[in-house]
Each structure stands twice: as structure tokens, then as C-alpha cells.
Nanobody
Framework: QVQVMESGGGLVQPGGSLRLSCAAS????????MKWYRQAPGKERELVAS???????NYADSVKGRFTISRGDARNTVDLQMNSLKPEDTAVYYC??????WGQGTQVTVSS
């Protein structure tokens, strides 16, 4: 069984920064592709950023140049550095491992 846990959400003013972290642990014997999704109230869940086992990254157009996804030092950990945050970035952010395992989500609120 695999557990996925996010951390690092919170309240930040427009233009500010936050760093989210995710760790997938449990019965994992290899490295997995990791992804960050988000879901705003009344909207569908959308893919924000992804990173492959080999380190290739991909971003939604709405966050390109502002967000950076990177792997942590430990196996199957991933961070999301979010800069120049906008009110429209407000959402619950979810980490996904191996296109299968989901975390509970962490709230990010961008507001003055």
C-alpha cells in the first residue's frame, strides 16, 4: 500500500511564494512519475506540473515561468515551488504518484 502526503500550503498575498512538498511512501520498489494537480471551487481538477523518473518536466500554460517542479533527495518525493502567485492560483493542490496514488490535498489561498 502506498501513502501520499502533501505539505506546505497556506495563505499568501498576491505576488508571494509558497513551496509545496509531497512524499509517497509504503510498498514502493521503484521511482515513479510524479504530478501536481489542483482543483478550485466549482472547477474540475487540472494538471499543474509533472516530472518523470528521468527528470523531464511539463507545466500547464497558466503556471509556466512561475512554478517549478523538482524531485527531492529521497525516493518519490517532489516539491512544487510557486512564485508570483495570483488569486486564480487559489485551489486545493494534490500530489499524484504513478498516475495511481493520491494525497489528501493541501489548500493554497492567494489573497490580500
Amino acid at each position: 500500500q502506498v501513502q501520499v502526503m502533501e505539505s506546505g500550503g497556506g495563505l499568501v498575498q498576491p505576488g508571494g511564494s509558497l513551496r509545496l512538498s509531497c512524499a509517497a511512501s509504503g510498498s514502493m520498489r521503484s521511482f515513479y512519475n510524479m504530478k501536481w494537480y489542483r482543483q478550485a471551487p466549482g472547477k474540475e481538477r487540472e494538471l499543474v506540473a509533472s516530472i518523470t523518473v528521468g527528470g523531464s518536466t511539463n507545466y500547464a500554460d497558466s503556471v509556466k515561468g512561475r512554478f517549478t517542479i523538482s524531485r527531492g533527495d529521497a525516493r518519490n518525493t517532489v516539491d512544487l515551488q510557486m512564485n508570483s502567485l495570483k488569486p486564480e492560483d487559489t485551489a486545493v493542490y494534490y500530489c499524484n504518484a504513478a498516475n495511481t496514488f493520491w494525497g489528501q490535498g493541501t489548500q493554497v489561498t492567494v489573497s490580500s
